[in-house]
């Protein structure tokens, strides 16, 4: 790694969409004109098959091993999550607080003009170099800042509650507070920091779709629902099964890998589909290779992805839109501040699984609806590219390399 340029911080390696969106950050702000390195603060695990992404960009993985503390960050992730029964598991996206510390040595000795962050924890190892060297950084947020602890620790004591709004609050204040600039992935994710009483400026840049795959997007379609994302409980995917139960036209195909830690609940919740004999219906796919996935969205005819108290882009509703599938969405997903409802996919203001199933069932079975959706979809993916996106982030790069720190004095 040179000396300057632009230092992009992404937490994990690992198969997460902030660890894939990094990667194309940095390809194309290279292409832009950027000299963009970037740095993955610790590999998670498998991080070795989620390479395929990272061909052609300037990488490094700063801690590919564990260190001796990480069950307790593993367990301290969990309770922060309201997941306390799951113990040490799942370990890959353990909040490892000393890798933080490595990172910010690591990135501060080739000294970049300028830190792009991926979210407010990787926005810690550029707060602490910022400090150090008086580098400016610019935190871009891939979902919403932590707000609630009373509704997701409602396992913990008041006075728990209270100390981990405290830290939560101390580490945002001073990540949010020296950064020249805050950025969101969508709108609800700047709303959420300024619901929680933080000024900073900020604006949204919106992600870049893939460019549309041309030779396949006209291809037959089947009856086919895609929801693709990494399931935990925090998907929700008893909504989706029961959106499955009532389509009468369609097949509902719920691809992607369960957390690690969650094989539980997956058992349990491909049990429910055969003992209520919806085999046919609702399909499980699990962890799945890039060609089978590309394969379902060769096929598919909508691509059905819920917000649930969460205010990113969605996983694969982008890689949707560049397939030319019709997206069903409600509000909160961010996707929906790209759509219009009935004109490029089809928004729900609240999740009503009856209302949503009878609305794939008449869209995959009124063609000339369909088609129209189809084709502004592609149109909706045509606009949002990579290169715009890039730009974008390059001018607020730039300005942030001319702006100096009102917080440090």
């Excluded at 990787?122 to 891939?142: D, E, K, N």
């Excluded at 037959?220 to 990494?230: D, F, I, K, Q, Y």
């Excluded at 890039?390 to 440090?408: D, G, N």
Aim: overall charge positive.
């Amino acid at each position: 790694m040179k000396k300057g340029g632009v230092v992009l911080i992404c937490r994990i390696l690992w198969s997460a969409g902030t660890a894939k969106v990094s990667a194309e950050q940095c390809q194309y702000l290279n292409a832009a004109g950027m000299a963009c390195h970037l740095d993955y603060i610790r590999a998670g695990p498998n991080s070795a098959a989620y390479t395929s992404y990272l061909r052609g960009v300037d990488y490094n993985i700063i801690r590919r091993g564990s260190s001796a503390l990480k069950p307790l960050w593993a367990f301290a992730t969990n309770v922060a999550h309201g997941v306390p029964e799951k113990g040490v598991f799942p370990l890959e996206g353990g909040l490892d607080l000393d890798s933080i510390f490595v990172a910010a040595l690591h990135v501060a000795r080739h000294r970049p003009d300028v830190i792009l962050c991926s979210d407010q924890f990787s926005g810690i190892v550029a707060y602490l170099v910022h400090r150090m060297c008086r580098t400016p950084y610019v935190v871009y947020l891939q979902e919403g800042i932590y707000e609630d602890p009373d509704r997701t620790m409602s396992h913990l004591p008041a006075a728990g509650r209270n100390r981990i709004r405290r830290l939560a609050r101390s580490l945002d204040g001073r990540v949010l507070g020296h950064a020249a600039e805050v950025l969101g992935i969508t709108q609800g994710s700047l709303d959420s920091v300024r619901r929680s009483g933080y000024s900073v400026p900020g604006s949204v840049v919106f992600l870049g779709a893939p460019s549309p795959p041309v030779k396949r997007v006209d291809q037959p379609r089947e009856p086919l629902v895609l929801s693709v994302a990494t399931w935990d409980k925090g998907r929700y995917p008893e909504i989706y099964l029961d959106i499955g139960r009532r389509l009468k036209n369609c097949k509902l195909v719920i691809a992607g890998m369960w957390r690690y830690g969650y094989q539980d609940e997956e058992r349990r919740f491909r049990e429910e589909i055969v003992k209520e004999h919806l085999s046919d219906r609702v399909v499980v796919t699990g962890k799945i290779d890039q060609d089978q996935l590309e394969s379902y969205y060769g096929r598919a005819k909508v691509f059905l992805r819920l917000g649930i108290d969460e205010v990113g882009v969605g996983g694969g509703c982008l890689d949707a839109l560049s397939w030319g599938i019709p997206i069903v969405t409600n509000r909160q997903l961010g996707i929906s501040d790209i759509l219009v409802d009935g004109v490029n996919g089809r928004v729900f203001d609240a999740i009503d699984t009856a209302k949503i199933a009878r609305a794939i069932d008449d869209l995959v079975t009124d063609t000339r609806t369909y088609e129209a959706i189809r084709e502004a979809a592609l149109a909706t993916a045509r606009q949002y590219t990579w290169e715009r996106h890039a730009e974008l982030l390059r001018e607020h790069l730039q300005r942030a390399m001319k702006t100096s720190c009102s917080s440090c004095g």
